[in-house]
């Protein structure tokens, strides 16, 4: 099946292509050179943004120059001071949507961080037993911090609601709004990709922004005892906006009596990598390094949204040897990858020739609101 005949540019959501390509990449293959065989022979049409490659597979220049996509990644070690602060975020249609996000602080209230979303990715020292965020909360409702996957050095003290102890509002200790000393959170850490995240009111507060990546090597060059060392790490953080739905949380209109009563109606209009959705009046925006022909890439894929995304990478194929932070028996190798809302994988890429290679989501969450050719697609350019 040839991605000419799936990806037309312009009427780019036919209701028939729709139908069969979200069946298609919910159930996946399980014939691996069934998956091998379609993506060796798929190509985009012309017009389309995924068709801007040579024989090599490299990435047009005509567009020009362009500012690369930053995976906004920070190294750090035991200690690490988060502030939480509202933000906005300006999509390529000039919609602006209220986020809330974290930033990187050199010290408790030293406010000399950039406020992003998502927030800052911690890559943790290799041998780093623990790890301590302490927080510092500028929004105007409690939060708190959770990293599934890793143990937390002490017991969870959930926060329930008071006006109904049977529900959870919080999965542990929160930090009140304008706390005067940081709150900390303490983990032992053990190697792999995660998410770090609100743990209160998550359905609200990780849509929000409040969220980010964080990754731990067992060694340099390698992420896990017994996996193959790498050259290069990229992150691939998905997520996804329904600007009602921040607006409401951003004007206090948000639970029930108000405007929107719950998540149960999220409807996303633009779908993200590391924070961006893809801009075709400015692809290169979108270029990834990741590394150079020959050599191993390791790829950190990590969800935090509410809906499943299948990335799939045009050219090339993932092994695929670790999900939410343990190490499989066996790789597997696939073009596309099935990540549901929280989960993490690492795969590795080996390409043998240099040029760009598109990652994207198979579930054609391709769009900026109404617009098409946006969304969730990036480019890994590879080095001769």
Known sequence: MKFSTLLPRGRLFGLA?????TVVAACGSDDPAGDRDANAKGTASKDHPLARF???GALGRADGAGAMLQSNLFPVTTDVFLRAEATT???PDGEVIAMWGFALDSAFEALDGDVTVPGP???VAPGTPTLTIHLDNNLPVPISLVIPGQ?????????RLPSDPQRVRSFTHETAPGNAAPVDYTWNLKPGTYLYQSGTQPQVQVQMGLYGGIQ???AA???YIGAPSHNTEVTLLFSEIDPAFHAAVAADDFGPGQTVTSTIDYQPKYFLINGEPFDATAPLDSILPAGAANTTTLLRFANAGLRTVVPVIQGLYFSIA???????????EQYSLFLPAQKSADAYITPTTAGTYAIYDRRLDLTNGTAADGGMLVYLEVAP
């Open 17 to 21: 292509l729709v139908a069969l390509l």
């Open 322 to 332: 670790a999900e939410d932070g343990n190490l499989l028996p066996f790789a597997k």
């Open 121 to 123: 990715t911690l890559d």
């Open 89 to 91: 975020k300006t999509m």
């Open 221 to 223: 060059g390698q992420a």
């Open 54 to 56: 040579d024989a090599s």
């Open 151 to 159: 143990a937390p050095a002490a017991a969870m003290t959930p926060v």
């Open 216 to 218: 731990l090597n067992s």
